[in-house]
């Protein structure tokens, strides 16, 4: 499985299907070692080995192997306890078509109002939506969103799915997301589908 260098320590504390994970997997791949300190992703690796100590790790900077920092000694991050936390409805992926209908505008600032509404709920946001700077890939991980990357122009361009986005989350209903966001923008609502899991 792949974790997030920079965001990992904060979903370990809050997220228990997270840890669930974490302790099940074979191999743990840390991902944007070049986005985060050695010293955090130290700690990360010894907060990860002491929820999975038979895991290998490994690490990765966009897609590509990149050595790990060495992280004997490391203190590891002190988790809460979650087991008494109240059962929480199961995460979902919501796909949300974003139609020449919707100003790109109108929807950074849904994305933002949502995200600042519902961050706690919505646990990852991505997809590449069409803006007047090109193809953008949006990404977001709680109520943080990550730097929107321009992505460069392919040849097969036409043949690529863009203006999607998924939402990973929970305690809202798909329908309503597509709902707020057409509400928002002052547009009719499109076709949606929820992704099979």
């Not at 990404?139 to 998924?166: C, M, Y």
Request: aromatic fraction near 4%.
């Amino acid at each position: 499985m792949t974790v997030d260098a920079i965001h990992a320590l904060s979903q370990l504390r809050s997220e228990p299907l997270g840890r669930l994970q974490i302790e099940i997997a074979d191999r743990i791949i840390v991902t944007k070692l070049d986005e985060a300190g050695d010293h955090d992703v130290a700690r990360l690796l010894a907060t990860l080995r002491t929820l999975n100590p038979g895991a290998a790790f490994l690490g990765a900077v966009k897609g590509s192997e990149t050595p790990l920092p060495a992280f004997e000694g490391t203190q590891p991050e002190v988790i809460p306890d979650l087991s008494g936390e109240p059962d929480r409805p199961p995460i979902f992926p919501t796909r949300i078509v974003i139609d020449d209908t919707i100003d790109w505008t109108a929807f950074s600032v849904w994305l933002s109002a949502l995200l600042h509404a519902r961050g706690n709920d919505v646990v990852r946001v991505k997809g590449v939506v069409h803006t007047p700077a090109g193809r953008l890939l949006v990404q977001t991980v709680r109520k943080i969103v990550q730097s929107p990357e321009i992505l460069p122009q392919e040849d097969d361009d036409l043949a690529r799915e863009d203006n999607i986005i998924v939402v990973i989350g929970r305690g809202y209903a798909a329908e309503d997301l597509v709902l707020s966001l057409h509400h928002f923008a002052g547009t009719a609502p499109f076709e949606q589908e929820r992704v099979a899991k």
